[in-house]
């Protein structure tokens, strides 16, 4: 099992450029999650997806997009990326997430972006 | 706005010290309460975690108290180790919602010193 994994590891973008970050996990998951992390602010979540072909808005969703397009698939999208984006994204997954449950989330390696 | 305050930003503690690190919370609805642990260039990982209806739990040389009344739970690392050294983060979570968004600290680096 490779468990959570990420694409790209890094990434150096100009402002107003667009790009997409991938997340794939391999544990049959039912929830997703998109987090960036900044110094001195831990994580903070983007977006989420409680199953395929939904998602909805964390605490920090403006200006990302995300799909969820296949269950082991969830991708973060920058349209026209700026310089207060440039962080290091990670997503995790878990098994479930509901009121009654307190599953564990699994993190990615992270990718790093700069926006120059 | 920070739900979830974690101190202090770093600690050195000597091998065989005991690591201590703090967090409050605000949210009375929060009912789960995870540490993760993070290496340099890794993701988080979960260390430890409690629900409010215990005031402890320990795991091996770490253990999560947890004050209801004072809304501040912490992590103890006894016997601190070198391979401890690693960013810290509480974080805590409400049922109340659809989903477990869990809300993070600002994090704590421990440095353990041989």
Known sequence: ?????????FRVLKTGQSMTLLCAQDMNHEYMYWYRQDPGMGLR???????????????????YNVSRLKKQNFLLGLESAAP???SVYFCASSKTSGRLSTDTQY????TRLTVL | QQQVKQSPQSL?????????????????????FPWYQQFPGKGPALLI?????????KEGRFTISFNKSAKQF?????????????????????????????????????????
């Open chain 2, 12 to 32: 050195i503690v000597q091998k065989g010290g005991i690591s201590i690190i703090n967090c409050a919370y605000e949210n009375t609805a929060f009912d789960y």
């Open chain 1, 45 to 63: 979540l983007i977006h989420y997806s409680v199953g395929e072909g939904t998602t909805a808005k964390g605490e920090v969703p403006d200006g």
């Open chain 2, 74 to 114: 912490s992590l103890h690392i006894m016997d601190s180790q070198p391979g401890d050294s690693a960013t810290y983060f509480c974080a805590a979570s409400t049922s109340t919602r659809s989903a477990r968004q869990l809300t993070f600290g600002s994090g704590t680096q421990l440095t353990v010193l041989p």
């Open chain 2, 49 to 57: 975690a409690i629900r409010p209806d215990v005031s402890e739990k």
């Open chain 1, 84 to 86: 207060s984006q440039t």
């Open chain 1, 107 to 110: 993190f990615g390696p992270g």
């Open chain 1, 1 to 9: 099992n490779a468990g959570v994994t990420q694409t790209p590891k």
